[in-house]
T-cell receptor, first 112, second 112 residues
């Protein structure tokens, strides 16, 4: 079964707006990662947040992690049309032997 | 620096045929993974390998065989292809836990 569950499943926003995507998971983790996938391509790693971290930034990306609620959020600020893609959270569960488990993904559309 | 190369990029085969998907990395990462991506299911782990000659099952291993005689190669074989194995297959590598996955561009397999 999927460890990570993203929310919403689809998101459509105007260029310049912020996009917030959420991920919930079920078991204890070593880290949580976010990936982006453009149509027809492989997944690209965006950011990794460890279980002892609460917030991390990378350019226009901000990721938060709340291990007490078993949830994470990805914020993309000042979105661009080029941010249109599918976004996945993946969990590195404790004791899972380095296997990452992915959610089903969020489709983000940024309208120019 | 090619990174991860998957071949073929596209493959059409008939039910019952054996088909092998290739994955080659130039980094010497310890871990290699095979995922399949289907609409409505996200990415699901088929098999993974922690090192040469060490492989283990993932979430959906039935109907698949893997081998890893060399660190850089991790082929995935469908012994007798079925229509339910029509999917996009991604190979990925990582150095260890708490590191990101690096993905190939995928193989789109159609079983007729």
């Amino acid at each position: 079964s999927q460890q990570g569950e993203e929310d919403p499943q689809a998101l459509s926003i105007q260029e310049g707006e912020n996009a917030t995507m959420n991920c919930s998971y079920k078991t204890s983790i070593n880290n949580l990662q976010w990936y982006r996938q453009n149509s027809g391509r492989g997944l690209v790693h965006l950011i990794l947040i460890r279980s002892n971290e609460r917030e991390k930034h990378s350019g226009r990306l901000r990721v938060t992690l709340d291990t007490s609620k078993k949830s994470s959020s990805l914020l993309i600020t000042a979105s661009r049309a080029a941010d249109t893609a599918s976004y996945f959270c993946a969990t590195d569960a404790t004791g899972a032997n380095s296997k990452l488990t992915f959610g089903k993904g969020i489709t983000l559309s940024v309208r120019p | 620096d090619a990174g991860i190369t998957q071949s073929p990029r596209y493959k059409i085969t008939e039910t019952g045929r054996q088909v092998t998907l290739m994955c080659h990395q130039t980094w010497s990462h310890s871990y290699m993974f095979w995922y399949r991506q289907d609409l409505g299911h996200g990415l699901r782990l088929i098999y993974y390998s922690a090192a040469a000659d060490i492989t283990d099952k993932g979430e959906v291993p039935d109907g698949y065989v893997v081998s890893r005689s060399k660190t850089e190669n991790f082929p995935l074989t469908l012994e007798s292809a079925t229509r339910s194995q029509t999917s996009v297959y991604f190979c990925a590598t990582r150095t260890d836990y708490n590191s990101p996955l690096h993905f190939g561009n995928g193989t789109r397999l159609t079983v007729t």
